[in-house]
């Protein structure tokens, strides 16, 4: 199904194209992003119409009939492939997720890697059938079988990684895929479904461009049967409004405001390096990130204090510049929204420990920046800015710190830091989130299922329940004798 010969010429800056039933197709009217970190143009995507939606759910419910009956092993060679592929243009790739999404090339390298880790580890994941009860009369089957098609809805932080996480499970159980990229970084994905087309037959794997009318057209429609979307809370809630008319099934991987508790246990500027990198990394804008930082108060002024140390270390810039750990927030609309946390500062008599909006440079750059103790009831704390800001907030007591934790609506991530493991196991398993970590945070693994509580998500991506979930479940009753009956 394709050779990495085949795509050795493949060109990742320039020619974006639409990817439908195996073609490279272009569009009457385009659109273009901006390089987040100078706010120069990139160049010309698609923009699809309704017509290009009908031709690539068309596609792929056809190409659907064929893929649904390959083989297991074949499925998994053609991801395989295509994940070799995707490494041998990893430096590429990384520097056009760069240019799109503005993230340092050094982390834009690591996505790349993720994403190939993604692909191949979920190939080793396979949905054999279920032999559940079994006796001298019956036999009890459960078996997975492919919903039909699928269309993955990937966010503009982490564009390689997100869709890859999407592909594998979709194309390994039988499903033909569609993605639809965020409109703020559509190169890479776009180039995604053209390497596809060397491992993939038509309508397989496909992407389609566009502007914000793409995504409700797609979760309208009546052809695909599931929607997997990574996103915010409230984007999901009109996804979920939207596949309900046709009763598509969903996964919604939403936004978070994760805290972190660190108690008294801890080496204190480890622990504040630690915490820092993991609340900005990639400028704040992971759905995982930390938001919300709880420090027991016996340690409070000497972690804050290493906490600023650790900021102040953090270099911002263009992702391209040599020893840049941070770049710009990914868009003018998302920027914007960040400021307005800035704008609370004198209305709620703020207390910046470090930080603030950088007006110097061109692009939509803001510094890491610490709140001290806002009030528990300020937006800072209550909402998740999606950005390089974030409250330190103090604790006491072990009970009223895991109220305060969990005391969101929101329930995707959340992270203890302590040297004494009782107390951390028995603090993490009283936070309501999806995912925890003790003495870390945002680590994942593609075998392990992730998802949220309460409004940060329904249902799982990853492990062998994220591939169930691209699956029709099927229980067979086998009788052994007609006569017995």
Not at 349 to 360: C, D, F, L, R, S
């Amino acid at each position: 199904m394709g050779s990495l010969s085949a795509i050795a010429k493949l060109d990742l800056f320039s020619g974006f194209y639409n990817t439908i039933n195996g073609k490279l197709t272009g569009t009457e009217k385009t659109r273009h992003g901006v390089n987040p970190a100078n706010g120069k143009p990139n160049p010309e995507v698609p923009v699809s119409t309704p017509q290009d939606v009908d031709s690539a759910v068309a596609a792929a419910k056809e190409a659907s009939k064929t893929w649904a009956k390959v083989p297991w092993a074949d499925r998994k060679k053609a991801v395989l492939g295509y994940a070799d592929a995707l490494e041998q243009h990893a430096s590429d790739f990384a520097k056009l997720l760069t240019q799109e999404q503005g993230k340092p090339i050094a982390t834009a390298e690591l996505e790349v890697q993720v994403g190939v880790q993604w692909l191949r580890e979920l190939a080793k994941i396979e949905l054999s059938e279920e032999i559940v009860q079994e006796d001298n009369e019956k036999q009890v089957i459960v078996r997975y079988t492919p919903l039909g098609v699928s269309v993955g809805i990937v966010p503009w932080n982490f564009p390689i990684h997100l869709a890859c996480g999407k592909i594998a499970p979709s194309l390994l159980t039988g499903n033909p895929i569609i993605i639809k990229p965020s409109p703020f970084t559509p190169y890479c994905d776009l180039k995604l479904g053209e390497l596809g087309r060397s491992f993939f037959p038509p309508g397989v794997l496909q992407v389609l461009s566009g502007d914000d009318n793409l995504g409700p057209w797609l979760t309208a429609h009546p052809g695909p049967d599931k929607i997997s979307f990574t996103g915010s809370s409230a984007t999901g809630k009109l996804v979920m409004a939207s596949a309900a008319k046709t009763l598509k099934r969903v996964t919604l991987e939403l936004g978070g405001n994760d805290p972190a508790i660190v108690t008294k246990n801890v080496d204190v500027k480890a622990a504040a390096a630690k915490v820092g990198g993991l609340a900005f990394f990639n400028s704040g804008q992971v759905c995982l990130a930390i938001k919300r930082i709880y420090v027991h108060q016996s340690i409070y002024d000497e972690f804050r204090q290493a906490l600023v140390d650790f900021t102040k270390t953090l270099k911002i810039g263009d992702g391209n510049e040599e020893g840049i750990s941070l770049g710009p927030v990914q868009n003018s609309m998302q920027f914007e929204k960040v400021k307005t946390f800035f704008s609370d500062i004198e209305k709620e008599k703020w207390n910046i420990a470090v930080g603030g909006v950088n007006e110097e440079k061109p692009g939509f750059f803001i510094t890491p920046t610490i709140i001290d103790k806002p009030a528990e009831d300020s937006r800072i704390v209550t909402e998740e800015p999606f950005g390089p800001i974030v409250p330190l907030l103090e604790w006491n007591d072990e009970a009223d710190v895991i109220a305060r934790a969990n005391n969101t609506k929101l329930g995707l991530g959340a992270s203890v830091w302590s040297n004494d493991m009782e107390e951390a196991g028995r603090i993490a398993r009283k936070l309501d989130a999806g995912s925890v970590w003790v003495n870390t945070h945002i680590e994942l693994d593609p075998h392990a299922p992730f998802g949220g509580h309460k409004e940060s998500g329904i249902g799982y991506e990853w492990g062998v329940g994220g591939l169930r979930a691209y699956c029709n479940l099927q229980t067979l009753f086998l009788k052994k004798s007609a006569s017995e009956l």
